[in-house]
């Protein structure tokens, strides 16, 4: 378990440092409620995309829109160089 935690800290010092400390201590909170859950964590992409909801949930639900709008650029254009 102390390997675990050590872990975990690595993961919020990076989240620390490339998206700042809001979002770290919303990471925090949001792991500290799945472990009392019992609930594993499958990806800190979905534990990050939920802490930026908590944050700001129209910039995320924006930020989301804009994505997906580029996977789907990326696709027409994978698309066409196939034909």
Same mark, same amino acid.
């Given at each position: 378990?102390?390997?675990?935690?050590?872990?975990?800290?690595?993961?919020?010092?990076?989240?620390?440092?490339?998206?700042?400390?809001?979002?770290?201590?919303?990471? &925090?909170?949001?792991?500290?409620?799945?472990?009392? /859950?019992?609930? @594993?964590?499958? +990806?800190?992409?979905?534990?990050? %995309?939920? !802490?930026?909801?908590?944050?700001?949930? &129209?910039?995320?639900?924006?930020?989301?829109?804009? /994505?997906?709008? @580029?996977?789907? +650029?990326?696709?027409?254009?994978? %698309?066409? !160089?196939?034909?």
């Amino acid at each position: 378990m102390a390997e675990q935690s050590c872990d975990l800290e690595e993961m919020f010092q990076g989240i620390r440092q490339n998206e700042g400390a809001s979002l770290e201590k919303v990471c &925090r909170e949001l792991v500290r409620e799945r472990h009392a /859950a019992s609930k @594993a964590i499958h +990806s800190w992409v979905e534990i990050i %995309d939920e !802490a930026r909801q908590v944050l700001n949930p &129209r910039g995320a639900a924006e930020s989301m829109s804009q /994505a997906n709008v @580029a996977l789907r +650029s990326r696709i027409r254009v994978c %698309d066409s !160089a196939q034909d």
